[in-house]
């Protein structure tokens, strides 16, 4: 019998049955989701894939488990090259065509996203995003583009962003292609001639409520099936192996339960070091 298992869970599942073995898999600074589904797909289907990490620039062969304070040692122990910030979006990226999950502020229905602000005013905008790092430029030439949003709502889900950092699948476009996929807490997407489609809803979650989440009209699949729960071989993978700390939790989370959750997985974490 399975155990019950959590959406958290469920999106770093989703996002390990998107990776084929010898994929070269490009790793945000603070995507614990995705690197827990990263990390699933190297336990189990595909044990030759390459890492390439922004936590320090580097490419692996080995998988590192999740942490937080020491995060970048497991990274970079286990560095098989290390590259500069600039060499590595200008030089490795373009050759290697890795596989990469970016979380955005905003997304449209063609998958442009922004990560700048939300608010027109760009000096006082009602919300200050992380910022860019290196998505206006890979978004421009990758073949393949994964988005994730770990809570489907409308102020992510907009009908026009506030501002272009990702490039979907825009007119301007002349090389690489827009967004294949994008996960959320609600369903998962393709991009069927270029505009957002739902092909699975999750467990528990109706058409109407995705509908009411999202901000703008997207294409629904036919028939439209279910997710698939993740089995037991990946719950105990993810919790036992690759993420004892729970840190994948913490998208999720926001206000005083995630700093709650930040606080019990820094203590716990203290207590292998």
Excluded at 18 to 37: F, H, K, N, Y
Excluded at 173 to 185: C, E, H, K, N, T
Excluded at 209 to 218: D, E, L, N, P, Y
Excluded at 231 to 240: G, I, P, S, T
Aim: glycine share 10%.
């Amino acid at each position: 019998m399975v155990e019950s298992w959590a959406v958290d869970e469920l999106i770093s599942v989703c996002i390990s049955r998107q990776v084929r073995d010898g994929d070269v898999l490009a790793q945000g600074l603070a995507t614990p989701l995705v690197a827990a589904g990263y990390l699933l797909a190297w336990h189990t289907h595909a044990p030759h894939a390459y890492f390439a990490s922004a936590i320090g620039q580097t490419v692996c062969r080995e998988g590192a488990p999740l942490g937080i304070a020491s995060v970048e040692s497991l990274w970079l122990d286990r560095a098989m090259s290390s590259f500069g910030f600039v060499q590595a979006a200008a030089d490795l990226l373009p050759s290697v065509k890795p596989k990469e999950f970016f979380r955005p502020g905003q997304v449209d229905v063609h998958g442009n996203f922004n990560n700048i602000a939300i608010g027109k005013d760009y000096r006082h905008p009602r919300l200050r995003l992380p910022g860019t790092g290196g998505i206006p430029d890979v978004t421009t030439y990758m073949p393949e583009i994964y988005l994730y949003v770990p809570r489907h709502s409308r102020v992510t889900f907009v009908s026009e962003l506030d501002y272009l950092s990702g490039l979907g699948h825009h007119a301007e476009r002349v090389r690489g292609g827009g967004p294949v996929y994008l996960i959320s807490d609600l369903g998962q997407f393709d991009f069927n001639d270029g505009r957002m489609r739902l092909f699975r809803r999750h467990p528990g979650v109706g058409l109407e409520r995705i509908k009411a989440k999202t901000g703008f009209a997207f294409d629904v699949m036919n028939p439209l099936r279910e997710t698939e729960p993740p089995n037991q071989e990946e719950l105990n993978l993810l919790r036992k192996v690759i993420d004892p700390l729970g840190i994948r939790k913490l998208e999720l989370l926001s206000g005083h339960r995630r700093r709650e959750a930040l606080r019990k997985a820094l203590d716990a974490e203290a207590l292998f070091a």
